[in-house]
């Protein structure tokens, strides 16, 4: 394949370098999607109406785990489950649970499938502080896009939901596979 002298494929163009101003802009947006997504990462605690802790950050990885249930039938939320899906160590997801438990949000519970597991039961407080976090998001993701059109803000929310169902649906697939 030929390329040219800034090493991209021959006839098309070169993405632009990044700025101290803003963001990198390349010519093909999926070639910044990645950056994008590493960005977005980093900009999640924006403080909009009531700000949210980091600890408070942390928590709710592990509460949304409890709150979404089983990916199939049979399957409870236990600790192991909560470090599957945030793909971390079972020490690290140990130590993120006994937190929310501590913090009143998750209580551990006997499974009424296997007697010997414990699973994890979101608490009315957990559920509270889930709905607020909620809103929190919501309430950035209106601030950020507030001069958008509001059939742009919606297209965008329904393609982000359509994404994290096939990332979701891809994960699914490459452990069955």
């Known amino acids: 394949m030929e390329t040219s002298s800034a090493g991209q494929p021959a006839g098309q163009p070169a993405p632009q370098p990044s700025s101290a101003e803003g963001p990198s ?3 093909d947006p999926l070639d910044a999607v990645g950056q994008a997504f590493s960005r977005l990462r980093r900009a999640s605690a924006l403080s ?3 700000p949210v802790s980091r600890k408070d950050m ?3 990885l592990v509460l949304n785990i409890v709150d979404e249930g089983p990916e199939r039938d049979g399957q409870e939320i236990t600790v192991g489950v909560v470090a599957e899906r945030l793909v971390v160590d079972p020490s690290v997801a140990s130590r993120m649970v006994t937190d929310c438990i501590s913090a009143g949000y998750l209580i551990r519970a ?3 499938q296997d007697g010997r597991r414990t699973i ?3 608490t009315d407080e957990g559920l ?3 709905a607020a976090f909620r809103r929190h998001q919501r309430a950035a993701f209106e601030f950020i896009t507030q001069d958008w059109p509001d059939d742009e803000r919606r297209q965008l929310a329904r393609l982000l939901i359509k994404y ?3 990332v979701a649906q891809a994960q699914g697939a490459s452990v069955e596979g």
């Open 164 to 166: 994290v169902d096939a």
């Open 128 to 130: 509270a502080m889930l």
């Open 110 to 112: 006997a499974s009424q």
């Open 25 to 27: 802009v390349a010519v």
């Open 120 to 122: 994890l039961q979101m």
């Open 48 to 50: 909009v109406g009531s």
């Open 58 to 60: 942390t928590r709710t």
